[in-house]
């Protein structure tokens, strides 16, 4: 399995930014996915997942009406669109596979790189 997060950066308060995952080495179709984030000091938190097929979709209460998840299974990508950003969502961003917050319990040596994204004016 192999999850490379890209996207991340700098942004101002209030701006957007869009987060993929390049998803090998797995079926990406059958699998749903997730993204999680850790801020600096902080646990894993669950933010948002998908279905296998992207017709279904849920939402931490913190994101939920800024941040949508998307996937291309043709392309084995899932996406994360974040808008209206807040200081409180700096965080290093990850992907994985499964649903809901049961993902962020996945071992140390499951999850990529991550993608930062810092929100600051």
């Known amino acids: 399995v192999q999850l490379v997060e890209s996207g991340g950066g700098l942004v101002q308060p209030g701006g957007s930014l869009r987060l993929s995952c390049a998803a090998s080495?797995?079926?990406?179709?059958?699998?749903?996915m997730s993204w999680v984030r850790q801020a600096p000091g902080s646990g894993l938190e669950w933010v948002a997942s998908i279905s296998k097929a992207g017709d279904n979709t849920k939402y931490a209460d913190s994101v939920k009406g800024r941040f949508t998840i998307s996937r291309d299974n043709a392309k084995n990508t899932l996406y994360l669109q974040m808008n209206s950003l807040k200081s409180e969502d700096t965080a290093v961003y990850y992907c994985?596979?499964?649903?809901?917050?049961?993902?962020?319990?996945?071992?140390?040596?499951?999850w990529g790189q991550g993608t930062r994204v810092t929100v600051s004016s």
């Open positions: 080495g797995f079926i990406f179709s059958s699998y749903q």
């Open positions: 994985a596979q499964g649903w809901g917050i049961v993902v962020t319990t996945r071992p140390p040596d499951y």
